[in-house]
């Protein structure tokens, strides 16, 4: 996949709950989904939430190499905290959002279950 240059770098950020999950962030830039390998925070680490906090502060203020993101979403199931506190910080550039959830913009749905309904090209 490809994107153009002047396409906005996003990340989505898949909170874990603790098990065997990993906290996920993935990059997305135009089409192409594979823009950047993931970021990866096992869950011993994932456990502090500071460093959840700290890990999308450094994304959003450009601090990692290549990471320069233009907008955060963080799943709302257990990202809630993390959206609450980069608020806080003054961050305007996230977002908490149902990765799971039904669109609120029918008839465009995210796929995710009987009754989808797919919109001609």
């Not at 996003?10 to 950047?36: P, Y």
């Not at 906090?53 to 320069?68: M, P, W």
């Not at 709302?76 to 149902?98: D, M, T």
């Amino acid at each position: 996949m490809w994107a153009l240059d002047d396409e906005p770098l996003i990340a989505g950020f898949d909170v874990s709950g603790g098990g065997s999950a990993w906290n996920v962030i993935r990059f997305r830039k135009g089409l192409n989904g594979r823009i950047s390998p993931p970021i990866r925070i096992n869950r011993e680490r994932g456990r502090d939430r500071d460093l959840l906090v700290g890990t999308s502060a450094e994304l959003l203020q450009g601090k990692r190499r290549g990471h320069r993101i233009d907008m955060l979403f963080v799943d709302s199931a257990l990202g809630a905290r993390i959206v609450e506190r980069l608020r806080v910080l003054s961050y305007k550039n996230v977002a908490e959002v149902n990765f799971g959830g039904k669109s609120p913009d029918e008839p465009i749905a995210n796929g995710s279950g009987p009754g989808t309904t797919i919109l001609p090209a």
